[in-house]
């Protein structure tokens, strides 16, 4: 079970969804616990926040203003399914999705709800979350793995984004998969503290073998990843930064299980985080385990099944997605100055 270089720092995994929770309820906040958002007369009205959404506006440019537009909002940007409900719209029918290489070294397998990444490497695999159920892990993940020729029998590790306290999905499929291949459970310490006790008895939740802490690196074979703690979402948010390729040519992407939420805290650590790792690493992608959270991941991949070898939507290129990085921090300072909340 090759190495973990465990470096020193927190943290751990994940998706850049916009991620609110299975159940989350749409409307202020969207998410168990979350933290509230402001009202749209908070944000009309406050001289900060309008300077703060021109500035956005004004990195944004022509080319990335349709993102400007969906981060600038009261709530920021929301799933798919959350966006939805909000909207008074029907649920979206949740449908298994073709496995879709999105780099030579990645993969995204799941449902249109919600899905996991398998990263390979020389010496296994690395799995980001693990969906809802072992039911999931077994009918979806390892189904899906199969199908893209991938052995679970090979993954070494399981890096879990984040966790909520009586709610399994990212987390429910880990301990079939823990159990079933001796795969061994990544995940912040202080989300598992929050989740374990709380597990429901027909979801039983895997106890993690490793710490996440912010800035660890996790290396197996020929690959190294940075965890990253992003917090808001929970706690103990985890994001993943993982080289990848794309037709032999080196790129890196952030996988952001959640989010920038509306506090202080959340708000500076994922500026450090995209000021300390992703920006000098050379960040170009951003990648989430809730598809369409914060781009139209489906025509994505869909685009990708289709012409395999042409333009990758994901990759921004480092300029591109460091000002993309800007106008998530400068709309999530909109937010927090339209709560009266500091916002440096
Ligand atoms: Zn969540």
Known sequence: MSYVRTASVVLSLVALAVHLDAQGRGGRGGGRGAPETPTEQQWSSNGETRERVAAAMTIAGSDLLPQAKMFCTPTGPQRMAVARQAAGLPPMPNVVVEPTRVFDNMWWIGMTSQNVWAITTSDGIILLDTMNSAEEARDVIVAGMKKAGLDPAR?????????????????????????????????????????????????????????????????????????????????????????????????????????QLPTRESLLQFERVFNEFAKPMKVEASLNMHANGVQEDLPFLETIRKNPGGPNPYLYGPERFARWMDIMIECGRARLAALGIPTS
């Open 155 to 259: 993954i070494r590790y399981i890096v879990i984004g984040h966790g909520h306290p009586g709610q399994s999905d990212h987390t429910g499929g880990a301990l079939h998969l823990q159990k079933t291949y001796g795969a061994r459970v990544v995940m912040n310490p202080i989300d598992a503290k929050l989740v374990l006790p709380s597990q429901r008895p027909d979801r039983p939740l895997a106890v993690p073998d490793l710490d996440a802490f912010h800035g660890q690196k996790l290396t197996l074979g020929d690959t190294t990843l940075t965890l990253v703690h992003t917090p808001g979402h929970t706690p103990g948010t985890m994001g993943v930064i993982v080289p990848v390729k794309l037709r032999g040519a080196s790129h890196t992407a952030i996988v952001l299980a959640a989010t």
